[in-house]
């Protein structure tokens, strides 16, 4: 189930040229899907589901929330994929963040939402009560770096703000992804950019089962062109994503580094395509901690009556351990391709 994450990716990269403006498209759509429904028999699992029920990918049958809840404080990492701009998935972090606080966790939350160049204001921002909002959204460039309504994440930021639980900016800055996107990885591995960022030394993992699935599906999402035609998305892509897994594998070094035993699990909150088979981020982010990981993935879904079977597929396939079915956010069902 694999869904387009168009809007807030377009304003990330910025309009640079032509050939930038399809790149902007193109690398929010890890979630690209064909559209068709897939037949629905009665009598199957998904015959019962409705929004705001949480379900076994596995199985595809109903998990009660409250005791899954309850068995969160025993991972590292808890993936939250969510369509952008639906407030019922933020609903849902925010139900897990409390969750957490309630049994005595002091969460770290990472959001894809902010760029490392904003981690500062960020920082000054949660623990300051004389910066204000305005300037907040200023210095942290939410204008440049994502986009869109703030109102829609502040719920999560004041949150944390409130509990005073960390929160670490997961995405690389624009103006290096920008340069993978016009020149390529090996240029932009040249850049002074990528060693501020303190990328040099970083791998770059091209694994191929990732490969496989953005090459496949941004073909099939934009005319069908041949896999070199989109390799310096694809480049920017994996960049992106590595940069991600290392902020969540430097924030468990950073749970697991303090002596209170209390802090975290990390909770990564990002769009929905980050975390699909596991191949974007968290695959990523294990590679990073040869100390291993526990981890689980939760893909936050509309739930659209004509395409649960389609959903049920996915799942099937490993779409991530768990699905939390919600209502659609006031733009509608996300959109996806022809």
């Known amino acids: 189930m694999c869904r387009a994450e168009m809007g807030p990716c377009q304003k990330w990269f910025g309009r640079v040229g032509g050939f930038l403006t399809l790149a902007m498209v193109l690398l929010g759509l890890w979630g690209c899907q064909t559209n068709g429904s897939v037949a629905m028999p009665a009598g199957q699992p998904w015959s019962d589901w409705s929004p705001g029920q949480l379900l076994d990918a596995k199985t595809g049958l109903v998990v009660p929330t409250d005791t899954w809840l309850e068995q969160l404080t025993g991972y590292d990492v808890i993936y939250l994929g969510e369509e952008h701009h639906n407030r019922f998935h933020i609903d849902v972090a925010l139900t897990v963040l409390r969750s957490l606080a309630d049994r005595g966790r002091k969460p770290v939350l990472t959001m894809e939402m902010f760029g490392w160049d904003g981690q500062s204001a960020l920082d000054r921002y949660l623990t300051s009560t004389d910066v204000t909002r305005t300037g907040f959204l200023e210095d942290v460039g939410w204008k440049q770096n994502w986009g869109g309504a703030f109102e829609d994440y502040e719920p999560l930021v004041q949150f944390v703000r409130d509990h005073r639980f960390p929160l670490m900016a997961m995405n690389p800055p624009k103006l290096l992804i920008r340069q993978v996107v016009k020149q390529g990885l090996a240029q932009a591995k040249a850049s002074p950019q990528w060693r501020q960022w303190g990328m040099e030394g970083e791998a770059i993992v091209d694994d191929a089962a990732y490969r ?127």
């Not at 390799?231 to 580094?257: C, F, I, N, P």
């Open 212 to 338: 496989s699935r953005i090459l496949s599906q941004l073909q099939a999402c934009h005319g069908g062109g041949a896999p070199e035609d989109y390799l310096t998305m694809y480049e920017a892509s994996m960049v992106r994503d590595e940069g991600m897994a290392k902020t969540v594998a430097d924030a468990v070094r950073r749970v697991r580094a303090e002596v209170d035993l209390a802090q975290g699990p990390v909770v990564s909150y990002t769009g929905g395509g980050h975390v699909q088979y596991r191949l974007p981020v968290p695959n990523r982010a294990a590679r990073r901690v040869p100390a291993g990981l526990k981890q689980v993935t939760v893909y936050l879904a509309t739930f659209e009556r004509d395409r649960a079977a389609e959903l049920y597929q996915s799942m099937q396939e490993g779409i991530a351990d768990f699905v939390w079915l919600t209502p659609p956010g006031s733009q509608g069902a996300p959109r996806r391709c022809r």
